[in-house]
């Protein structure tokens, strides 16, 4: 059950925040399954947004992102599960709303891709990195230390 364990980030992004989406999005991963292990609301700087898509410094639309992105609050969070990266992938729709089916979040909630509404990591490896950027080790606010608080979840 080792595979139960693995963690993805995902964060509901400014205009997502706004609509008041926020619950709806939490819910459907829920609903799913998974296990909310880490969570806030923060409005970000710049300075975190330009490390966070540091590998997307060289396109030109990086500036115009990071400005969108520090313009309101998002909500940052960890979900841990079985497959959590590749089925939040999934249930996030494709990055350009227009080209996401129905029933998934981007294909419900939104119509332009300049206003996804989330992010969410696309490999095991990005989700480490994301999930230590924005809730570093130092640091533990919002993260949930699940051992000491309940012996069993429903799928261990």
Request: aromatic share 10%; with cysteine.
């Amino acid at each position: 059950m080792a595979d139960n364990k693995e963690r993805t980030f995902i964060m509901i992004k400014p205009d997502g925040v706004q609509r008041g989406l926020v619950g709806k999005i939490i819910q459907r991963f829920e609903e799913k399954g998974f296990k909310l292990v880490a969570m806030k609301m923060v409005w970000p700087t710049e300075e975190l947004l330009k490390k966070h898509y540091a590998d997307l410094a060289a396109r030109p639309f990086f500036p115009g992102l990071v400005k969108y992105m520090s313009s309101g609050p998002v909500v940052p969070m960890v979900w841990e599960g079985l497959d959590s990266v590749k089925t939040g992938r999934k249930m996030l729709g494709e990055t350009n709303p227009k080209d996401s089916a129905p029933g998934t979040i981007r294909g419900d909630f939104c119509i332009q891709v300049g206003r996804n509404i989330i992010h969410g990591s696309d490999s095991v490896e990005s989700a480490k990195h994301e999930i230590g950027l924005w809730f570093p080790e130092d640091k533990k606010e919002g993260v949930i230390d699940w051992a000491s608080w309940a012996e069993k979840w429903i799928y261990e």
